[in-house]
């Protein structure tokens, strides 16, 4: 069974750095590329990065590029993401989703539960 | 940049069949496949459609999804409606700059 167990979520001020994780099981996690997809209170789903299954290609939404980093460890089944420079609009809950390909294109299969991330002083 | 417009809600009577629209800012939707997500209050989101019209196995075919070309837009149909159909569905499709776009979601109502 396909498992994604975010963790890391906090309560942080503005400015400040939080790491997330996701731990990955069931599945042959290297094979895979993985996303981060947030989504504020309220609010609807923002794409956030993506990284390839061996790191070559990593993406960033223009929202967090230069302040997020995502990475992962093959060995660990576990992906990441560094945030700093943590402003009040980053607040929102955090999945992450694996990313398959279908016949013609990609799509996510399956999504962590999330974790909570708030940015506030 | 590419934005995906959804209506903010619909609602419908069980039994009924429903449609949600997904919008395109520009160009051709048709230019890329689109997703559906349903995402039930306090869950994760799970796929109902993929490539406009194919449903992963688990969905039931009550789902189904279409692209209208000329109208720049996609559609997400859910006939015979039920109470556990009651939920946010999000399009999804693709950007130059920004990789993958969602639509701001439409809160359907089962009543």
């Known amino acids: 069974e396909v498992q994604l167990v975010e963790s890391g979520g906090a309560l942080v001020q503005p400015g400040g750095s939080l790491r997330l994780s996701c731990a990955a099981s069931?599945?042959?996690?290297?094979?895979?590329?993985m996303n981060w997809v947030r989504q504020a209170p309220g609010k609807g789903l923002e794409w956030v990065s993506y990284?390839?299954?061996?790191?070559?290609?990593?993406y960033y939404a223009d929202s967090v590029t230069g302040r997020f980093t995502i990475s992962r460890d093959n060995a660990k089944t576990s992906l990441y993401l560094q945030m700093n420079s943590l402003r009040d609009e980053d607040t929102a809950v955090y999945y992450c989703?694996?990313?398959?390909?279908?016949?013609?294109?990609?799509?996510?299969?399956?999504w962590g539960q999330g974790t909570l991330v708030t940015v506030s002083s | 940049n590419f934005m995906l417009t959804q209506p903010h809600s619909v609602s419908e009577s069980p039994g009924k069949t429903v449609t949600i629209s997904c919008t395109g800012s520009?160009?051709?939707?048709?230019?890329?496949?689109v997703q559906w997500y349903q995402q039930r209050p306090g869950s994760a989101p799970t796929t109902v459609i993929y490539?406009?019209?194919?449903?992963p196995s688990g969905v039931p075919d009550r789902f189904s999804g279409s692209i209208d070309s000329s109208s720049k837009s996609a559609s997400l149909t859910i006939s015979g409606l039920k109470t556990e159909d009651e939920a946010d569905y999000y399009c999804?499709?693709?950007?130059?700059?920004?990789?993958?776009?969602f639509g701001g979601g439409t809160k359907l109502t089962v009543l």
């Open positions: 989703a694996r990313r398959v390909r279908g016949t013609y294109s990609y799509y996510f299969d399956y």
């Open positions: 069931g599945f042959t996690f290297s094979n895979y590329s």
């Open positions: 990284i390839s299954g061996r790191s070559s290609s990593i």
């Open positions: 520009s160009g051709s939707i048709a230019s890329n496949y």
């Open positions: 490539e406009n019209n194919q449903r």
């Open positions: 999804q499709s693709y950007d130059s700059t920004n990789l993958w776009v």
